[in-house]
């Protein structure tokens, strides 16, 4: 249950409400503001504007004024950078739009021309109430799903690679004759900081949306770059921003002053059209200034000096908007400054009710939206699915059957990534798949893993249900924050409203035979493991690969699943276990899904339990031939899924012999070893225990990589020794 309203009904009789001397500037201003001429008719969309400015100042100071009595929690804010709210009303409230945490007057220009009030949505977002409307107290982000703004958090840039793969996905709706989660003559909206402008992943966001722009797909996209010239206390070199982004050719260019509000409303509503006209991509270049530092605890004056400081009041975008309306004969300044003030009463108002709103108080409450699973819909969308016969598979080829099975009765579904079309894969996993789905639906990328996840989040949350390939394991870690921090994170922070299911197959692990090294073997999911949420599955063998992918196909529809689907090279392309010729690594799929967090095991020995997956698997099924002819009769049991452990699964089979080994091809330290241990240690197994795993050691090429490596005869040994 929340935490009560009473605790937090009370406020200081000494918590000051003294005017800020940037407000105290800004009403001097407005006052000494005189009409040119008589009076006259407000331009179109000026008081909207300027509403939207004004109330998104005055949360900015609320929340400062709320935190000097711990009610507030958030105090990054839009102060300077509220010429965005122009950006807003040159689009439509149904176009989805991706917000920088300081589009705060995008935000309540949006929630106007939908008729809705939206300061109580940003102070109910920095007291951390339980009845903000999108993250429920969860964290400060502007998102609403009524009015298409999909949440966004801090991380830097983070959420460009997803507004590309948006755009593109809606034009791809199109094509395909699908439905989609937008108009499809929608426009995507981004907006982000001069500074975030020179992390990797905006590069590869503005890198992506011109490739694809350069080979005439439609790519719907309005990047708006907020350019405050401060990355926190770093200046952005004079110049640098402009010429960053005027450097592609094919993302159309243009620029504004925030100072402007004439300007910036009607250039961005020229370029809003031209992107809904053209499907093509372009850049709006808004000049802003920061006010009130990066955020509360910051102390700007130990980097800029005062004069500095003032000198960027004249640049202020409120004002700017009150001299346009004074300009036009339809305001005064005296009105407009009495207008402030009455709308800071109202804002300060709301800003003491939401500090008295319940909070989260449980941790059952804070993780209630965060991986919601429900077998019974996964399992009843597989109902009645049956595999057709044929001859046994290889792993690779039950892949294949699975994705053909996916795509064919999946409209939605896409499977893309490097050299997945024509190619066919680097191992001959999607092997004719494009040729039989056609280009739409099955097709290569550009070679960046950020922007082929982002691609993936952008169709997930559109509607979509995207399969994209990473072609190995290693390859990854650059982009791997695509996967944490956002499409792990969506739920989390929209209480479900927004989900972005997707099935990330990720070639992987070690034992490559003549290809190898690091890049093509990389052995450690660790920084998958903690990802809150995540499904991994890893199947080892085609008669669980195929049912296990349908699984996380059904499980991205059915609960917006994020699933990584880690494939064993090595075991690709193999047919025989014990001999050669014995074709006992073949497989045809029999069950029509596999539960998610269920293991396999196989045998019934009595005298040694021995847990793996993957590579292990193969390796511990011949060791415990070996064992039993040497009297120790063993059963295996194959994880399948590293996320959910199944470890009622594993108790059972490690119940059933008193004794457990934990057979791990990953490294030793961060290991899956490590939690299938401590998960038996959780669960009261006070057996004798024990583990091989991988060196903490990178792979080498060539035969060197067996030093590294666990090893039958590593597997075997231990085996012995547990057995006593």
Not at 372 to 401: D, K, R, S, Y
Request: hydrophobic share 45%; charged share 20%; aromatic share 6%.
């Amino acid at each position: 249950m929340p935490t009560g309203a009473a605790e937090r009904g009370t406020f200081s009789a000494t918590m000051a409400d003294d005017l800020d001397p940037l407000e105290t500037h800004l009403l001097e201003a407005l006052g000494a503001l005189a009409p040119a001429g008589p009076a006259g008719v407000a331009p179109d969309g000026a008081e909207a504007l300027w509403r939207a400015q004004v109330d998104s100042r005055l949360c900015d100071f609320a929340a400062r004024w709320l935190q000097k009595e711990g009610r507030s929690f958030y105090t990054i804010g839009s102060a300077g950078h509220e010429s965005n709210a122009a950006v807003a009303l040159a689009l439509r409230t149904t176009d989805p739009a991706l917000l920088h945490y300081r589009s705060g007057a995008f935000y309540l220009a949006r929630a106007g021309q939908a008729g809705r009030d939206g300061v109580p949505d940003i102070m109910l977002g920095v007291t951390a109430a339980t009845d903000e409307p999108i993250a429920g107290g969860r964290h400060k982000v502007f998102g609403n799903h009524e009015l298409a703004v999909i949440p966004q958090t801090s991380t830097i840039a983070s959420h460009l690679p997803r507004a590309v793969g948006v755009a593109i996905a809606i034009d791809r709706a199109r094509k395909l004759g699908v439905e989609c989660a937008w108009p499809l003559d929608s426009v995507v909206v981004c907006s982000f900081g001069d500074a975030s402008l020179n992390h990797a992943t905006a590069q590869a966001a503005l890198n992506t949306a011109a490739h694809a722009a350069h080979q005439h797909l439609p790519v719907p996209l309005l990047f708006v770059c907020e350019d405050n010239g401060l990355g926190i206390s770093v200046p952005t070199p004079p110049g640098w921003a402009e010429g960053a982004l005027r450097a592609r050719a094919q993302l159309r260019y243009e620029g504004a002053d925030g100072d402007d509000p004439a300007g910036t409303l009607g250039l961005a509503r020229e370029l809003a059209g031209w992107v809904r006209e053209t499907r093509r991509p372009a850049v709006l270049h808004l000049r802003t200034v920061r006010y009130l530092s990066h955020a509360g605890a910051d102390v700007e004056s130990a980097y800029r000096s005062l004069q500095a400081i003032r000198a960027d009041w004249e640049r202020d975008p409120l004002l700017a908007t009150g001299r346009w309306l004074v300009e036009s004969g339809s305001r005064s300044g005296a009105e407009l400054a009495e207008d402030y003030l009455a709308r800071r009463d109202r804002v300060r108002e709301i800003a003491r009710e939401s500090a008295r709103r319940p909070q989260l108080d449980s941790a059952a409450d804070v993780m209630r939206p965060l991986a919601p699973h429900t077998p019974t819909a996964v399992a009843a969308a597989c109902a009645g699915l049956a595999w057709p016969e044929g001859e046994p598979l290889t792993l690779a080829q039950g892949i294949n059957l699975a994705l053909s099975d996916a795509l064919e009765r999946v409209p939605e579904l896409l499977v893309f990534g490097e050299d997945v079309a024509t190619k066919g894969g680097v191992y001959g996993v999607t092997r004719g798949l494009h040729a039989r789905f056609g280009a739409g639906r099955v097709f290569d990328t550009l070679l960046d893993e950020t922007s082929i996840l982002g691609l993936a989040l952008g169709a997930a949350v559109s509607g979509l249900v995207p399969v994209p390939e990473i072609q190995y394991l290693a390859y990854l870690h650059n982009a791997e924050d695509q996967l944490r921090g956002e499409a792990a994170t969506l739920q989390f922070f929209s209480q479900g409203q927004y989900r972005n299911g997707l099935v990330a197959r990720i070639q992987g692990y070690g034992y490559q035979k003549g290809f190898g090294g690091h890049f093509h073997n990389d052995d450690s999911v660790a920084v998958l493991r903690d990802i809150p949420g995540l499904v991994i599955a890893s199947p080892a063998r085609a008669d669980d690969a195929a049912p296990m992918l349908r699984t996380c196909v059904a499980s991205a529809q059915a609960d917006g699943s994020v699933c990584a689907f880690l494939e064993p090279i090595a075991l690709y392309h193999t047919r025989d276990l014990h001999e050669e010729g014995d074709g006992l690594w073949l497989g045809r799929p029999l069950d029509a899904h596999v539960p998610l967090g269920s293991a396999r095991t196989y045998g019934d020995g009595g005298d040694l339990t021995i847990v793996t997956w993957g590579n292990g698997l193969f390796m511990s099924l011949r060791v415990a031939r070996r064992l039993e002819a040497r009297g120790v009769r063993a059963r295996v049991v194959d994880l399948r899924w590293l996320a959910p452990l199944p470890i009622e699964d594993v108790a059972d089979a490690v119940a059933a012999t008193g004794r457990v080994l934990v057979v791990d091809e990953t490294r030793r330290t961060g290991g899956v070893s490590e939690g299938v241990l401590a998960a038996l240690v959780d669960i009261g197994f006070d057996g004798p225990m024990a583990r091989v795993a991988s060196k903490d050691s990178f792979i080498p090429l060539g035969d060197a990589a067996k030093l590294v490596l666990v090893s039958e005869d590593e597997i075997e040994a231990a085996a012995v020794q547990l057995a006593g």
